[in-house]
């Protein structure tokens, strides 16, 4: 008999949560497992999961918005709650902070074991005055807990430590074994949303001053609009110092492994993250990297400083300047470096992190684990 499992997050709106959430559920039903998809809402620009995949809808309904916050998450529970007793899941797997909480309250005497799985940085994110009341209350009810890095799961009691695993996110196939090529292009890149914690607008500053240098190489930015004012930050930084010709915001791209691979220097400035799928991606091309040593420890994880890539302290732009000038200056430790980055492909391709998740579920379901 299959198993059925139950993957629960808000939705499926581009984010890296989102897209690991999606690519495992793929591959578990292409693994013969009955898989059921429970967000809250429908986002504009989803990632797509295949038609043996069943997605249901456990967020608020007609009417509930009007109500107050505390009855909305109590509802966002309940409904959540009917679903696991309803389709009897063997295993619900949550993603991210709300849902974490909401799926150990719905579960709570249903008998079905709850994976949560910790997405960002705990601090900012896991120390406020209701996470320290709900954490001790729900934590010790999870079956086990999957970790990005080892930064986060230092972040939390020995009781989740115990029983639980750091599993790096699935590289896409499609950014895997891409020739290297010819010649790289007069570009730094970088990919990802426009938002605060990106510290997109310290890239911006810190090129405009390689730009001095080198004249003849832009800046390109992948990404979508988060809508938190970021874009718009950018978009003025580079009205106010006439940057336009050599600075793009080239919006987000469904064909990053053609739009990156060639470029110079792949420029990663975030002030803190859980384990970016874009920093393994640029990788896994063997793109020249300098990344930020961004809390909690996401960037460490997988690069060391001169071995895989160069890493600089967060909130840096004088760092971030001599790091791209750098690579920029010496193209055969770019190479190099490339060369090495390469190598997250064998321990982060989809099959070996699908195994690690399917040994991991597999142990808790066939051991009890509730």
């Not at 999957?146 to 996110?169: C, H, K, M, W």
């Not at 896409?172 to 790289?184: A, G, I, N, Q, T």
Request: proline residues 5%.
């Amino acid at each position: 008999m299959k198993r059925k499992i139950a993957f629960h997050l808000n939705c499926l709106e581009q984010g890296g949560a989102e897209r690991v959430v999606s690519n495992l559920a793929n591959q578990f039903a292409r693994e013969g497992y009955e898989v059921l998809l429970a967000t809250e809402w429908y986002g504009e620009n989803e990632f797509s999961i295949d038609r043996e995949v069943r997605r249901v809808h456990v967020g608020l309904r007609e009417g509930d918005e009007k109500k107050s916050r505390i009855a909305q998450f109590l509802l966002r529970v309940k409904y959540l709650r009917e679903f696991m007793k309803t389709e009897r899941p063997d295993i619900l797997i949550a993603f991210a902070q709300r849902a974490n909480y909401r799926a150990l309250m719905a579960a709570s005497g249903t008998g079905i074991p709850v994976l949560i799985s910790i997405r960002t940085d705990p601090v900012g994110h896991y120390d406020a005055l209701s996470d320290k009341i709900q954490i001790p209350l729900l934590f010790p009810r999870a079956a086990g807990c999957v970790f990005q890095t080892e930064g986060q799961r230092d972040f939390f009691a020995p009781y989740l430590q115990e029983n639980s695993r750091v599993i790096l996110n699935p590289v896409h196939d499609k950014y895997l074994d891409v020739p290297e090529p010819v010649e790289r292009k007069k570009e730094v890149v970088q990919s990802g949303r426009l938002v605060d914690f990106k510290n997109q607008p310290m890239l911006l500053h810190a090129f405009m001053e390689v730009h001095k240098k080198h004249p003849d190489y832009i800046l390109k930015i992948y990404g979508g609009d988060s809508f938190d004012g970021t874009k718009e930050i950018l978009e003025d930084i580079i009205e106010k110092n006439n940057a336009g010709s050599y600075i793009r915001l080239m919006g987000a791209s469904d064909s990053l492994e053609k739009d990156l691979v060639d470029a110079a220097v792949y420029a990663f400035s975030s002030d803190w993250e859980g384990l970016p799928n874009a920093l393994l991606e640029a990788m896994a091309l063997g793109l020249p990297i300098v990344a930020t040593d961004c809390p909690c420890g996401g960037p460490r994880t997988v690069m060391e400083d001169g071995v895989n890539g160069v890493l600089i302290p967060i909130k840096d732009p004088k760092a971030l300047e001599e790091g791209i000038n750098r690579l920029i200056e010496n193209p055969g430790l770019g190479e190099q470096l490339g060369r090495n980055a390469r190598k997250i492909g064998e321990i982060a391709n989809g099959a070996a992190i699908f195994r690690q998740w399917r040994d991991y579920i597999e142990e808790i379901v066939g051991g009890g684990r509730g």
